[in-house]
């Protein structure tokens, strides 16, 4: 069993930039790939970056690509995304998510889910 909590969204103007932290409670963390996807109103959720176990594999959506990075630290059982250059439409509830694999952008992939955090990017 794994528990994962958000934190860092907020409200930023357009340009600007937020790291999300995502803290998990189980000693298992480090077994675990994972992940950040986001969802805005009305639309489905979205894959946007992976890590593996160890920190060593990313993944980006090709949307994000170049201005988030994601990174974990296994010590502190947390996983970060920093975001930079962001953009009314990265608007949307960010959430973290850890499993086993091997897709690491279906959301199948994913055991445990985070509840969310918030991210609203104005113009």
């Known amino acids: 069993q794994v528990q994962l909590v958000e934190s860092g969204g907020g409200l930023v103007q357009a340009g600007g930039s937020l790291t999300l932290s995502c803290s998990a409670c189980?000693?298992?963390?480090?077994?675990?790939?994972m992940g950040w996807f986001r969802q805005a109103p009305g639309k489905e959720r979205e894959f946007i970056a992976a890590?593996?176990?160890?920190?060593?594999?990313?993944n980006y959506a090709d949307s994000v690509k170049g201005r988030f990075t994601i990174s974990r630290d296994n010590a502190k059982t947390t996983v970060y995304l920093q975001m930079n250059s962001l953009k009314p439409e990265d608007t949307a509830v960010y959430s973290c998510?850890?499993?086993?694999?091997?897709?690491?952008?279906?959301?199948?992939?994913?055991?445990?889910w985070g509840q969310g955090t918030q991210v609203t990017v104005s113009s």
């Open positions: 890590i593996s176990r160890s920190g060593g594999i990313t």
């Open positions: 189980g000693r298992t963390f480090s077994s675990y790939l």
């Open positions: 998510a850890a499993g086993r694999g091997p897709s690491v952008v279906s959301t199948t992939t994913y055991d445990y």
